[in-house]
């Protein structure tokens, strides 16, 4: 694992779109110089209107997507969903404002709780990241004293380069929240599209909206669903393995991931729910021998559970994505343990 860079090897590195269907598009973005994750966005064309969900994280980006929007219709965009609250999904909000000034932007009642909170922020956060490496650049140490090695130097120095465009963009984003809420599930009529916007249950957050096209079976699920490995920060795994089972049951046949390419079957969301569920499982199963999670600690949990079988099914040979899995697992322990400590 790199020194600065969140989840190397399974990064963006081209923007590239995918026709689902007649009139609706997915866009899978450049991750931004600084190896921020930006989020996949999909286009929806109606007879009427248009609905986007996801704006994705740099404005720019957002501004390139609405460029190509108006190449493909003359319609406006009229909804804006976002699915989550983290912002690689929705800090494109302000420039899909700007193009389209009646735009609604929808997103469920505890992500925009969540979008108030943090959104706001965004760009102090990222200055805050880019002000310790400077410090470690200037000094040649790390916040701990340690001497940073010429190596890692030279990380400092490559990440600064990348890091201070991005933020320039970034400090000039007016950070715009949804707009409108829903808590439960609704129907929107685009002109012979309709689309359904359904919250499933907790998973990636309290608030995971996914976008559900019936007619052409397609569904759009947010980072519930990222693929070739799975984003595991925070969240609540136990409901997430219920909230995918509850995906699967729609009737689609493309399903549109949060980060990367677009899946044309269930296969993945199932290995998804398996990943979840052995976790949750052999914690339980650990607790049940060993007693309450308050007496325990995470690094005995780690010892006591094993998802190394499911490595080979996430990252296949490639080593970069082992590694990417090994670090998803050991958050997603963390993860299941935490939340098996409010019991
Ligand atoms: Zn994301």
């Not at 190397?8 to 190896?35: F, M, S």
């Amino acid at each position: 694992m790199g020194l600065l860079i969140a989840t190397p090897g399974v990064g963006q590195t081209e923007r590239k779109v995918t026709k689902l269907a007649d009139g609706v598009y997915e866009i899978e973005h450049q991750d931004a110089q600084d190896g921020f994750a930006s989020g996949n966005s999909t286009v929806i064309i109606g007879n009427r209107q248009v609905l986007v969900v996801d704006s994705c994280f740099l404005p720019s980006a957002a501004r390139e997507d609405i460029a190509q929007i108006r190449q493909w219709t003359g319609k406006p965009v009229s909804f804006l969903l976002n699915t989550h609250f983290h912002n690689d999904h929705n800090l494109g909000n302000q420039a899909y404002l700007n193009a389209f000034p009646a735009l609604t932007i929808v997103a469920h009642v505890e992500t925009k709780k969540d979008m108030d909170m943090f959104g706001p922020g965004s760009a102090a956060r990222e200055e805050r990241g880019v002000a310790s490496l400077q410090k470690m650049a200037d000094t040649g140490k790390f916040k701990d004293g340690r001497d940073l090695t010429a190596a890692e130097k030279t990380e400092v120095k490559n990440a600064l380069a990348h890091r201070v465009p991005v933020m320039e963009e970034l400090r000039k984003v007016k950070f715009q929240s949804a707009t409108l809420t829903f808590d439960h599930d609704f129907s929107v009529d685009l002109g012979n599209r309709e689309v359904r916007i359904k919250f499933l249950g907790k998973g990636n957050t309290a608030g995971d909206a996914v976008a559900y096209l019936p007619n052409e079976k397609i569904v759009i699920a947010g980072d519930l669903v990222v693929h070739p490995i799975p984003y595991i920060y925070d969240g609540y795994p136990v409901e997430w393995i219920q909230t995918l089972k509850n995906l699967a049951d729609l009737d689609a046949e493309t399903i549109v991931p949060g980060h990367g390419p677009v899946l044309h079957d269930k296969t993945y969301l199932f290995l998804l729910r398996d990943v979840l569920k052995s976790a949750v499982d052999q914690t339980n199963a650990y607790l049940k021998r060993t007693g309450p999670a308050m007496f325990r600690t995470l690094d005995e949990v780690k010892g006591a559970i094993d998802l190394t079988p499911f490595r080979q099914r996430f990252a296949g040979d490639d080593k970069d994505l082992a590694t990417a899995f090994d670090d998803m697992a050991a958050n997603l322990v963390k993860v299941v343990f935490e939340e098996a400590s409010l019991r």
